[in-house]
């Protein structure tokens, strides 16, 4: 009996785990091979040859000025939007179908008071996670987040925010489930349109702005229609992969049974995509929040108004207190959406139905006589003592620290040792040896289509005459993504293997990832002066969390077994860290080093604002001072950096992070 089980073939999933490990140890090995450590010395000899014997910069015939072409683009648009067929008979329609949508919604929100919104919140909430006592608990997390809100004296400005959330986040997710549904059900499409999402993917949010701002002017409009191009992406992604993940067995099933293609689509294929659907709409609700600040710079008002007011006038609480309420948003509806998904189909039943319909008929009716305002006597005011905090720590850091100096002290010194000298040097090498190493390092990660690309896209910031600029803006980037990565990965390394630290890291994190961006700008600001290290203290602290999260779940995912075995072999931590779990986890790691590229970019504009300087000033100088051709070229220039630097962490086999980033 024991010989027969000892020679049993290994059952499919065995088999299966085999083969990705192999996998996975054959990518491990890639930078093993001779190939990489000679084109690596090679690099090494070359560039500062290059620096010695040739000049730096791009040459000027190889330069194309399409500033004065949008410029006059612009002037056109100026000029005609009064009288043009196109803006009266189409864009003024859709400017004020937007307009109209978000101020109706307001109003309904408004007109059945803060007791309304609470109850039916509440409610929806209950019923989405399935009613009876599955529904307790998000509708316990509604109540609390939405009252939050009130509590912080923020409730007109959480119902302005969330009017344009409701509708942004309505029109996103049916222009994503069409899309979805055409990359999912179509090869030809998924191919067409996997480059535009992630073109979308690392296009700064305030390139959106600059030409919706030109057409639409600042209003709601303009902030509405960027919301929904900014949130689209993950419900397109979510959409076509649940369809593509569909069960071949079951769909075989129904076919066989003679099922029309459009009758296995609704009966087949979207029951079985519910999880991915709901993620997707998760991720939506989740972007779009991540717009609201930044949608406040051409007048969307709401909570991001209160942010963008605490940025300029470097007002900690109020920042932190609107980026709060923010937060208790995204908690109510991402903890609603994730309910509904996990129900997985299952229904509620008639009863759970009709108390939801009658909890929330009550709410509107008694909500209108409760009043339209939160209570003013309710309210706990946070600003003050946060403001106080700061201070103190500022006033105690800043500078004259015995030994150390202060943080004024360390931003010189960073600014003198390390960001100067990576941009001279940048700067010195001359553009073919910079080309030519993007695509040595992308062939050495990924494939020679991948450092096709990153040579092409880092070409076109010379062509577009903003090759110094994009130079000062990559050696930001590239000391960003560097810290990220330092600290990211020693922290993944403790929360792997420490399960208790990544318990206690776990909320912390998704607080951090839902804070808006410029609230990370006020605390740097103060503690390190305007400049390039606040912007590049910002942008590594908000890449951080997702850093972690993939490296710590890479490395968890590395067979225990195999742990096992190099534990027996008389392996050390350190070496089973280096030796085991870091090659195996490559992939891994790869997609945390993307991710925390595509973060660290999507800041770097909001970077302009407080004295990043080049292709980030620009970018916000173009959507302020209204030009148009100077921030499109800027903000084409981030494109080109973020592809490049895409495709130096974009492991061989596809875009493992394009949607486990959504």
């Not at 091979?33 to 791009?58: I, K, R």
């Not at 509405?224 to 191009?229: D, N, P, Q």
């Not at 600014?415 to 000298?421: G, I, Q």
């Not at 804070?515 to 606040?534: D, K």
């Amino acid at each position: 009996m024991s010989t027969a089980t000892a020679s049993r073939p290994p059952v499919s999933g065995d088999r299966s785990r085999d083969d990705a490990e192999k996998s996975l140890r054959t990518r491990a090995r890639r930078l093993s091979l001779p190939s990489a450590p000679v084109v690596l010395l090679f690099l090494a000899l070359l560039l500062p040859t290059a620096a010695l014997l040739a000049d730096g910069g791009w040459p000027q015939a190889l330069r194309v000025d399409l500033i004065p072409t949008l410029d006059s683009f612009a002037d056109w648009v100026v000029d005609n939007r009064d009288t043009h067929p196109v803006f009266l008979y189409f864009l003024l329609h859709l400017s004020n179908t937007a307009t109209d949508s978000v101020a109706w919604t307001h109003d309904v929100l408004a007109s059945v008071g803060w007791l309304g919104v609470l109850t039916v919140a509440t409610a929806l909430a209950w019923y989405a996670g399935g009613a009876g006592r599955r529904g307790v608990k998000p509708a316990l997390v509604a109540v609390g987040s939405l009252a939050g809100c009130g509590l912080l004296g923020l409730w007109d400005a959480a119902t302005e925010t969330l009017a344009l959330m409701l509708v942004s986040v309505a029109v996103a997710v049916v222009l994503g489930l069409l899309l979805g549904l055409a990359g999912g059900l179509s090869d030809t499409a998924q191919r067409v349109l996997r480059p535009v999402l992630d073109t979308m993917q690392v296009l700064p949010a305030f390139a959106y702005l600059l030409p919706l701002v030109l057409i639409f002017g600042i209003g709601t409009p303009s902030a509405l229609i960027t919301t929904v191009i900014y949130a689209a992406p993950p419900m397109v992604r979510m959409t076509a992969l649940g369809l593509r993940g569909a069960d071949p067995a079951v769909l075989e099933a129904s076919r066989s049974l003679g099922s029309t293609p459009w009758q296995r689509l609704w009966a087949a294929r979207l029951p079985m995509a519910r999880p991915q659907l709901f993620l997707g709409l998760n991720q939506t609700i989740m972007m779009a929040l991540s717009m609201v600040v930044i949608a406040s710079v051409v007048g969307a008002g709401g909570l991001g108004e209160s942010v963008y007011q605490a940025l300029k006038t470097r007002d900690f609480g109020q920042g932190v207190t609107a980026g709060l309420a923010i937060v208790l948003l995204a908690v109510w509806l991402d903890r609603t959406t994730a309910a509904a998904g996990a129900r997985n189909g299952t229904p509620v039943g008639r009863r759970g139905t009709g108390i939801a319909l009658v909890v929330a008929g009550l709410g509107l009716l008694l909500g209108s006589g409760a009043g339209r305002a939160w209570p003013e006597g309710v309210t706990v005011d946070i600003a003050g003592p946060l403001n106080s905090a700061i201070d103190w720590v500022v006033g105690n850091v800043y500078q004259d620290v015995p030994l150390v100096g202060g943080t004024s002290v360390w931003a010189g010194n960073f600014t003198s040792w390390v960001l100067n000298p990576l941009n001279d040097g940048l700067q010195a090498l001359p553009w073919w040896s910079l080309l030519f190493l993007a695509g040595a390092l992308a062939w050495l990660v990924g494939t020679w289509r991948g450092a096709l690309t990153a040579v092409l896209a880092l070409g076109c910031t010379g062509v577009l005459g903003i090759w110094d600029k994009s130079l000062y803006t990559l050696s930001q980037v590239l000391v960003a993504v560097g810290l990220t990565l330092l600290l990211g990965f020693a922290i993944g390394i403790l929360a792997a293997r420490v399960p208790v630290v990544e318990r206690l890291l776990r909320p912390l994190f998704d607080a951090m990832q839902t804070l808006p961006q410029f609230i990370y700008l006020i605390p740097v600001v103060q503690l390190f002066n305007a400049g390039r290290v606040a912007a590049i203290t910002a942008a590594a602290v908000y890449a951080l969390p997702a850093v972690v999260r993939v490296t710590t779940q890479g490395l968890q995912q590395v067979s225990p077994a195999t742990m096992e075995v190099s534990r027996s072999l008389g392996a050390t931590t350190w070496q089973q860290i280096r030796g085991v779990q870091w090659p195996l986890a490559r992939p891994a790691l790869l997609v945390a080093a993307n991710q925390g590229v595509v973060l660290v970019l999507a800041v770097v504009v909001i970077g302009g604002l407080v004295g990043g300087g080049a292709l980030g000033f620009d970018v916000v100088k173009g959507l302020t001072a209204g030009e148009l051709g100077t921030g499109l070229v800027a903000g084409a220039g981030i494109v080109c950096l973020g592809l490049t630097l895409d495709k130096l962490t974009q492991p061989a086999g596809g875009n493992p992070s394009a949607d486990a980033r959504h």
